[in-house]
């Protein structure tokens, strides 16, 4: 009797192990070929697998450390300007580097200084210093944007990407490039410039 049993044990582990080798999408021997070819391939700046990537949808805003430190050696920003940039973190639009209502929005809205103020909880007139502020010093810019239907002229902010970038580093928009060109000459000696 205990022999069968052991029989059955031992046909089972077996049955697995088949099971097992049958689920194998390659063998070893054809793993190994695949392996070969995509090393010499990599040797010759080729991907013959392309990777996969996974995608992510944490938003973010990347702080070029170096910068902020040179930045702080200067004492370039007031301890308001600072803080204000921290507090408008989660309304940076990903890629663009827009001061947005929201986001998460599929076609999120530049956002005026009054709703800025009104996001932040803050006065206006508390607000509009600190962001004529940033931009004599060449962190925010101004371009000038139209409204629907009216004739009023609206202005989105942008945040220099050498100093917060929501995005592919190594893909800065070409508009954004054209923004922040010109910059104050403190700026200019910024130790990494990402275009």
């Avoid at 200067?74 to 986001?103: G, Q, R, W």
């Avoid at 599929?106 to 940033?134: H, R």
């Amino acid at each position: 009797m205990k022999k069968t049993g052991v029989d059955l044990s031992e046909a089972e582990k077996r049955a697995r192990l088949r099971d097992f080798k049958n689920e194998e999408i390659l063998t070893n021997e054809e793993l190994e070929h695949a392996t070969e070819l995509q090393t010499k391939a990599n040797s010759r700046g080729m991907i013959l697998i392309p990777e996969r990537k996974v995608k992510n949808k944490a938003r973010f805003v990347q702080l070029i450390q170096e910068n902020i430190l040179y930045l702080r050696n200067l004492k370039y920003l007031t301890t308001a300007e600072k803080k204000f940039l921290m507090d408008i973190i989660p309304n940076v639009e990903f890629l663009s580097n827009c001061i947005v209502d929201d986001c998460k929005k599929v076609s999120p809205m530049p956002v005026t200084q009054s709703d800025l103020a009104e996001i932040l909880g803050k006065k206006k007139q508390n607000v509009n210093p600190i962001i004529k502020g940033l931009i004599d010093k060449g962190v925010l810019a101004r371009s000038e944007s139209g409204l629907e239907d009216n004739n009023v002229r609206a202005y989105a902010l942008f945040v220099n990407p050498h100093i917060m970038f929501s995005g592919d580093r190594d893909k800065v928009n070409g508009t954004l490039k054209a923004m922040f060109k010109k910059t104050p000459r403190e700026l200019k000696k910024m130790p990494v410039k990402l275009f």
